[in-house]
């Protein structure tokens, strides 16, 4: 099993930053990819990054591209979401998962962190 755990939301101003931390414990030794999903309220969870474990190549979703970057720790099992630029639409539950070596989808979640971009 795999346990995440995420940090660092909070509530901003238009234009400001936040840095999202995620914490990955357990067994965590087939890590395949890492990424970062979020829920806005009435709408459907959706794909904002991805970063590879071994080589650290890394996925964006449109909407985020040039504000938003992901980045990894491997010794430290950690990934991290640095969000420039924020805008009100940002806001939402921050969710961070992680893929295993020879799974296609998402097996493991954690428990989301609230940003909230007033403007």
């Known amino acids: 099993q795999v346990q995440l755990v995420e940090s660092g939301g909070g509530l901003v101003q238009a234009g400001g930053s936040l840095r999202l931390s995620c914490a990955a414990s357990?067994?965590?030794?087939?890590?395949?990819?890492m990424g970062w999903f979020r829920q806005a309220p009435g709408k459907r969870r959706e794909f904002v990054t991805s970063?590879?474990?071994?080589?650290?190549?890394?996925s964006y979703a449109d909407s985020v591209k040039g504000r938003f970057t992901i980045s990894r720790d491997n010794a430290e099992n950690m990934v991290y979401l640095q969000i420039n630029s924020l805008k009100p639409e940002d806001t939402a539950v921050y969710y961070c998962a992680l893929r295993v070596l020879g799974v296609g989808a998402y097996k493991y979640w954690g428990p989301g962190t609230q940003v909230t971009v007033s403007s």
């Open positions: 357990g067994r965590t030794f087939n890590i395949n990819t």
């Open positions: 970063i590879t474990w071994s080589d650290g190549s890394t």
